[in-house]
Nanobody, 121 residues
Framework: QVELVESGGGLVQPGGSLRLSCAVS????????MGWFRQDPGKQRELVAL???????SYADSVKGRFTISRDTGKNTVYLQMNRLKPEDTAVYYC???????????????WGQGTQVTVSS
């Protein structure tokens, strides 16, 4: 069974940077990708970045060019480097592990507790 613990959130001014970490404990050979999601109250949870076991990455248009997802397999940790932060990036950020689903999609199977990111002056 896999458990995920996010950290690294906080309050940052617009234009600033944060690096989120997702510590992964346990193992699940069916997980094919790790993703970072975010959710603001009253809004749907949004997938902002994912990285496959093969190292391929993809990003939501709203964060492309500003956020970078990476992983350190030796430390069993997935990171989200967030630069040039905007007030609209304010949300609770979650990581998750995904199994391969149909039509190239993923089935996200295990949520962490989330970490709050607030971008405000």
């Amino acid at each position: 069974q896999v458990e995920l613990v996010e950290s690294g959130g906080g309050l940052v001014q617009p234009g600033g940077s944060l690096r989120l970490s997702c510590a992964v404990s346990g193992s699940d050979n069916t997980i094919a990708a790790m993703g970072w999601f975010r959710q603001d109250p009253g809004k749907q949870r949004e997938l902002v970045a994912l990285i496959t076991n093969g190292g391929s990455t993809s990003y939501a248009d709203s964060v492309k060019g500003r956020f970078t997802i990476s992983r350190d397999t030796g430390k069993n940790t997935v990171y989200l480097q967030m630069n040039r932060l905007k007030p609209e990036d304010t949300a609770v950020y979650y990581c998750n592990g995904g199994r391969t689903g149909t039509s190239g999609s993923y089935v996200w199977i295990v949520w962490g507790q989330g970490t709050q990111v607030t971008v405000s002056s």
